[in-house]
């Protein structure tokens, strides 16, 4: 019987995936060290590389490379996001059918897509599953066993192609991965499924009506198939020989049904039916074997059917006399349909293993990312709301110059908090501290915005490049613009520029305070015996070291002690809560397929901040009834001691420095922060430099590839056919005195050349001028004798033969027997050599010379 068809597989190139991918770990999951994947990245390239090598394999090892292949890009789907926008990998595959014609560069298609690669890759899985069931042994069970399982499962993989390539691809695909090409070979496959099950019935000797059913059905696929195949806009692109073997194949089927029904006919008495489906079979038959031509396979059948049909005849004769009914009449032969799609699995391997199981899948990361943003936004506002209260309670207590007034009522010494917090800041280097800092804050922020400068002039130099190829090519330009494809990046890039413009601001705003409190930090920062001395000196106010108002104040300044505590442990609460999200979104995405980020996380963050956000109020409620009581109890302090000038003067200073120590550490907790946040934010812009200048580099090379490709395009373009020539231009050599200069080298002529003399032009290399031979021809010719003078070149005198060596300038020429007189123009035959004649040839015989 015919042979089986199998479908040719894509050609593809090899691709890095080790940069890219390495470069989008180091950025994206800042949790992962990229070194861990380093190995599982080349693991990654190698798999891709045995896949391209062991495709040419018709082999079950080699469908499991490619399964292996596939399912690793199912399952780095959702961890790396393979597109034109985010990871740059271009995937360059070739039509299955291109068998590398000259016009073969239209049937290649190139896209920086995941998803494309996966649509080529299952096209190329199924045609391997064709090839594995057209090589097996057909004569056994086992092979046509295995035959129809690969046909039918690469039946449904072309199918579900069907379905998905242009969602999937999103541009006009290669021929063969059009839905109507899918749509045809998965029908090839479902008929050629049938036909193994059909040879696996005849083979088991089942019973002849169901063989038939088998067969028929077997007919009817190949009849769809040959019908989706013969479609207009994909007739063209099959081998030669598909479509006749597969008409043959639907008409001898269809034969081979009404054969083993011919049995049950028989079997049943019905001789007439019997002959008639006989000879119905015979003629579709012959329809077979005149489809196939030299591929009809089905000799055996055809002899079968032939005998049975003579011995059919021979019996009804002499023996039944049935009458043999018109095949019309008869009842149609039912079908068995067991060949079906088997459906697309999730996983081809059986022992596939992620190389990146660590990594959680890009949706999951980015709902921790999220969830870190919305628990970073709480524990900022909570903190936040903490570090306002207890600066609001310092700055009120700085006013009232509390404990510092209450301390040393004597008005000689320095207060203790006074010298306690002094001491404090020059452990932590005072001023001299600060200045540095303010001093390394304008660097780091100009080497911040020069690489942002630098990023975005690249993405713009590009994009200008970019629109100026374009306009001159207009659509013959067909990559995606850089706009498109820029505007996540140049997003990114305005992102950071307004939060870099939001840092100056701020930087601003901490110099001004600076400033104003630079006095006071500078004398904290001193000994303490120019600490003394610079305190002014105030009369002894002790009768008001016992007063109940002094104890008061004492006592509420101890409470504000206790509320600074509290506060830095509800503060270290917040910072430390710790979550496991993972699992959570993982347990949720299973279910639901999507991730609800925001009422996962909300909930998890309201059941573990709700007590401490009331700890936060509640501790800012006790600090304002702390705060106007103190206010009360100052004023009455201050009532008790307004009679002592000096006193006033000496807690203006204390004041001052109380607050400059607040401001002090104020300002170091912001410049400490505004350095780290300049450090932190460099690898961030540093990174997406990266990103833009690989963007860049791969995009020149795009340029390259599509200049060189529109080069040869132009090159090959022929050009218009030239004006026709006219008339005048055909007409007779021109005379000597309009004759153009002649030049005996140059690129090859119209008419061969003369041996021994210049060349004759003819103005618009027509039609050469009477009695010229035409070029190839062989012939010689002869101009008239004398020869027309060319321009540049003195005619010679007509008595005058330099090849003539009896004849002397002015003689006349000899005459010789036979010779009539006469010069010009004369016809009698030429005893010495013709100038215009190679010597060694007869007249008019001598090859034709090639002038290059």
């Not at 959680?360 to 990312?369: E, F, M, R, S, Y």
């Not at 007409?731 to 061969?752: E, K, M, R």
Request: hydrophobic residues 35%; contains cysteine.
């Amino acid at each position: 019987m015919a042979s089986f068809l199998a479908v040719p597989l894509k050609k593809t190139y090899d691709v890095d995936f080790v940069k890219p991918l390495r470069r989008f770990i180091q950025e994206t999951y800042s949790q992962a060290d990229p070194d861990e994947y380093n190995q599982a990245l080349n693991d990654f390239n190698k798999l891709r590389n045995s896949m391209i090598t062991k495709s040419v394999d018709k082999h079950e090892s080699a469908l499991e490379v490619l399964n292996r292949y596939y399912d690793q890009l199912v399952a780095i789907e959702g961890k790396f996001p393979i597109t034109e926008n985010q990871i740059r990998v271009q995937f360059k595959w070739r039509d299955g059918f291109d068998e590398g014609s000259f016009l073969a560069g239209k049937r290649t298609l190139a896209i920086a897509s995941a998803m494309y690669e996966k649509v080529c890759m299952l096209f190329n899985i199924a045609a391997l599953q064709s090839q594995i069931a057209a090589v097996q042994n057909h004569d056994s069970d086992e092979g046509l066993k295995c035959a129809a399982k690969y046909f039918q499962q690469s039946c449904g993989i072309f199918g579900h192609l069907k379905d998905i390539v242009m969602s999937h691809i999103q541009q006009d695909p290669t021929p063969d991965l059009s839905p109507d090409t899918l749509n045809a070979l998965s029908a090839l496959m479902l008929a050629q499924a049938q036909e193994s099950i059909y040879k696996k019935c005849a083979s088991d000797r089942m019973k002849e009506s169901m063989v038939a059913k088998v067969a028929f059905q077997c007919s009817e696929l190949y009849a769809d198939a040959m019908k989706l195949m013969q479609l207009h806009s994909i007739k063209e692109l099959w081998p030669k020989d598909w479509l006749p073997c597969v008409a043959m194949k639907q008409a001898a089927y269809h034969a081979l049904a009404e054969f083993n029904q011919s049995v049950v006919s028989q079997q049943t008495k019905s001789y007439g039916e019997e002959i008639s489906r006989l000879q119905h079979a015979l003629e579709l038959m012959n329809a077979a074997q005149s489809r196939g031509g030299v591929n009809f396979n089905f000799k055996n059948e055809l002899a079968k059917i032939q005998r049975a049909l003579q011995n059919a005849k021979k019996d009804n004769d002499f023996i039944y006399h049935d009458k043999v009914p018109d095949i019309k009449t008869l009842p149609v032969i039912g079908r068995a349909t067991i060949a079906k799609p088997t459906p697309v699995p999730s996983t081809f391997s059986s022992n596939f293993t992620d190389l990146f199981e660590k990594l959680v899948p890009l949706a999951v990361h980015d709902a921790l990312t999220s969830f870190e943003n919305r628990k970073s936004q709480i524990v900022n506002m909570e903190i936040g709301r903490l570090r306002e209260a207890t600066q609001l309670m310092n700055s009120v207590m700085a006013s009232l110059n509390l404990p510092a007034s209450i301390e040393d009522l004597s008005g000689q010494k320095v207060p203790q908090s006074v010298l306690d917090k002094a001491t404090q800041l020059q452990e932590l280097q005072g001023i001299t501290y600060l200045e540095k800092l303010m001093q390394d804050l304008p660097q780091l922020l100009a080497r911040n915005q020069e690489i942002l400068d630098e990023s975005m002039k690249m993405l713009d130099d590009e994009e200008k490049s970019d629109r100026q190829l374009r306009d001159q090519f207009k659509e013959r330009w067909t990559r995606t613009g850089s706009e498109t494809l820029t505007k996540p990046m140049r997003e990114e890039g305005m992102k950071y520029g307004s939060i870099l413009q939001n840092a100056t601001h701020a930087d601003k705003v901490v110099q001004e305070k600076y400033n104003k409190h630079r006095n006071a930090i500078a004398l904290l920062s001193k000994p303490l015996k120019e600490l003394e001395s610079s305190l002014p000196q105030a009369s002894a106010e002790g009768g008001l070291q016992n007063s109940q108002v002094v104890k008061e104040l004492r006592s509420l300044c101890d409470e504000v002690e206790t509320i600074k505590a509290e506060r830095d442990a509800i503060e270290a609460s917040i910072k430390d809560a710790t979550f496991d999200m993972a699992p959570k979104f993982f347990a949720v995405m299973a279910g639901d397929g999507l991730i609800p980020e925001e009422a996962v996380s909300m909930s998890e963050l309201d059941r573990v901040y709700s007590p401490l956000r009331e700890q936060v109020s509640e501790s800012i409620h006790r600090q304002e009834s702390i705060l106007a009581r103190m206010q009360n109890a100052n004023t009455e302090f201050c009532n008790a001691k307004s009679s002592n000038q000096s006193a006033a003067q000496r807690d203006t200073v204390l004041k001052d420095l109380a607050a400059g120590f607040d401001m002090f550490m104020e300002l170091k907790g912001n410049l400490e922060e505004g350095t780290k946040f300049y450090n932190d934010l460099t690898p961030l812009l540093v990174r997406l430099q990266g990103k833009i200048s690989d963007f860049c580099f791969a995009r020149k090379t795009e340029k390259d590839e599509l200049m060189a490709d529109l080069q040869k395009s132009i090159v090959n373009t022929p050009s218009q056919a030239p004006p026709v020539t006219p008339r005048y231009q055909g007409g007779p050599p021109p005379s000597a005195a309009s004759a153009p200069p002649v030049s005996s080298t140059g690129p090859s002529l119209p008419y061969p050349m003369q041996p021994g003399g210049p060349v004759q032009q003819y103005p618009g290399y027509g039609t050469p001028p009477q009695g010229v031979p035409p070029a190839g021809s062989g012939a010689s010719w002869s101009a008239p004798y004398p020869q027309p003078a060319y321009q540049g070149q003195m005619p010679m005198p007509a008595s005058y033969n330099p090849y003539n060596p009896y004849m002397s300038y002015g003689q006349p020429p000899p005459q010789y027997p036979g010779q009539q007189p006469g010069y010009a123009g004369q016809q009698a035959p030429y005893p010495y050599p013709n100038p215009n004649q190679p010597q060694g040839y007869p007249n008019q015989q001598y090859p034709q010379q090639q002038w290059r």
